[in-house]
Every structure is written in C-alpha cells, then in structure tokens.
C-alpha cells in the first residue's frame, strides 16, 4: 500500500495520559515505530510537542473522544498539521485493530491515508461557538426555573401565570415582590399592573388572592433571585457576544440584503428582548446566530414542531457538537 506520509504520529488520549506513536518510513520502506506516554498536564504537553518538533514530525492524527482533544489541539494547532477524526469512522476502516494499540492504529491509518480529517473551525470561530452553547444554557436553565416558579405558584393557589403572559415581566415580578412582602390587598396589588396588562386588573385581583405559606414566600424569594442572576447573566453574554461580532456587522447586514432571507415561514425580525428569551409554554422561540436575530412561532403551519433558525450554522449547537463526537 502507497505510504503519503513518511513521518507522522498517531496519538491515544485518555483523560489523565496520552499515548503517542510516531511512524517513521526508511528510503527501503522499513518502518521504525517509537511509542511515548505523556500525562495531560500543561507541561508534558509541551514536552509531547517539543519531542514532536524535535522528530520532524509531519500530521498529527487524533480522535475526537470527549472533550479531552481539545487541550492537545490547542497546543499543537500552530506547529504542525493536526487531524481530528471521528471514531466511527476509523472503526469502519478494516484492519486488526485489536491485536495492537489505538496509538500504532491511528499512526499506520494515516501513513497511508486512510483518515479523513473532521472540520474544525478557527480559534476564533471556536470561542464563539463556546459562548453561544453557554448563552443557550442558561436560557434553557432560565426556563426550568420559571416553569418551576409557576408550580410553586399554583400550589399556593395563586393564579398569576393564568392572566400574565410572562411571569418575568416587569408588572408579574413586582406583585410577587409586595405578595413576598405582606401586601394582601388584592386590589392594590392589581393596580401595580403595567401597559396592556391594566385591562385585566379585574381578574389580576382574583388571581393573587390565595394561601401563600411560609415555605412557598422562601422558595419564591430564591427562584426569583436566581432569575435575576440569570438575566445579568444573559446579559453580560450578549454583550460579549456583540463585541466579538462588532467586526462582522458589515457581513451581518449583506446577509440580511438575500432575497428570501430569513428563510421558511413564520420568521420575522426579533427584539433584543424578544432575542434573549427561550421557548417557555406558549411562547415562541428566539434564537442568536452570528449576532442576527430572528423569532418563529412554536410551530410550524404543518402543526408540527419547528426548527429554530441560525443564520451562521457555525455558531449551531448541533454543528459544534458534530466536532466533539
């Protein structure tokens, strides 16, 4: 079989170790194999690259196991070529791979060419990537803590998310915050509505009215805490974010010049605030790609689920997550 790289490495990684195989093809195509183990630590990934550097080592291979390739890419990403494959697909290559180690398998895999590196973004487009899935976190933790709001609400036979639309909303939480305090008029606490929500003052007043014990006034106080933290925290992301993409707001805006642009029905331009919340029971889905906005309904016209749109599918969850597997 024809050899394409005369000098490559194969490497293990392990989450505490890494087990590195170098191959090396003479002019009378004997192969000399030299099989090093390194620890994970910062250091003896440096000593692993210095070795490798060293050697002259042509492409590095690696397999995408959990996150642990990630700190062996970084370091190595700059010194020479390094691919990412996915374990399926080096399973599917015949072979014995049994009968000797991942490290020796991977290394002859791609002496002779037989791997085929997974994309893996730019540092820059990584980070990005690692801010948006931890944007998408909290929202989706925001979430649970306001449907988990609700039930101690109704449990308290307080009716509130039956009349709001929001239970985040700035006229919701400041009733529960005087319901918290001892307020126990029920007409006063419907006066505190705001904008559309004061033509339904009337049912807001039987609404608030029920048994609010001590156990659901101390749960409530920690839940809504914790969605101030969540909102400061969706927050500081978001400017972030539209700091890391300030230089591609020139794309960002040729994008939206496609015709048909944002594509399938239903999409329309979102608000920042309308941006930054998720899919909560009967609400719609907001979602951030390459710093463009968009909001669909809940459903498609079919009744069926719809797919949350992303602009720049760089910044998808699911593409990400296509690298990690």
Known sequence: ????????????IHKRFVVACLLET??????????????????????????????????????????????VFNLLEGQCEVLVVNA???KAVPGRKTDVKDAEWLADLLR????????????????????TRYRIHLVDERARLTNRLQTVLEDANIKLASVVTDVRGLSAREILQRLLDGETDARALAELARGKLRAKREALAQ???????????????????????LDAAIARVDAELEARLAA???????????????????????????????????????????????LRSPTSRAGRRAPTWQPNSAASPRAGAKVGR
Do not use: N
């Open 26 to 71: 003479s002019p009378d195509g004997a192969v000399h194999k030299e099989v090093r183990t390194y620890s994970t630590m910062t250091a003896d990934l440096l000593a692993l690259s210095d070795w490798l550097r060293a050697e002259d080592c042509g492409p590095v291979v690696m397999e995408s196991t959990g996150s642990y390739w990630r700190p």
């Open 112 to 131: 002779h060419g037989l791997v085929r590196a997974s994309f893996i973004p730019p540092a820059s487009q990584r980070h990005l990537r690692d801010l």
């Open 248 to 294: 591609e707001h020139e794309a960002i805006a040729l994008l939206e010049t496609i015709p048909g642009w944002p594509p399938g029905p239903g999409c329309v331009r979102a608000t920042p605030r309308a941006a930054a919340d998720t899919s909560v029971a009967g609400h719609g889905e907001a979602t951030r790609g390459c710093g463009v906005r968009w």
């Open 88 to 90: 399926y697909h080096v």
């Open 207 to 229: 609404a608030v009215v029920g048994r609010l014990e001590a156990h659901h006034v101390f749960l409530l106080r920690e839940q809504l805490a914790h969605l101030e933290y």
């Open 1 to 12: 079989m024809r050899v394409l790289h005369e000098r490559c490495c194969g490497l293990d």
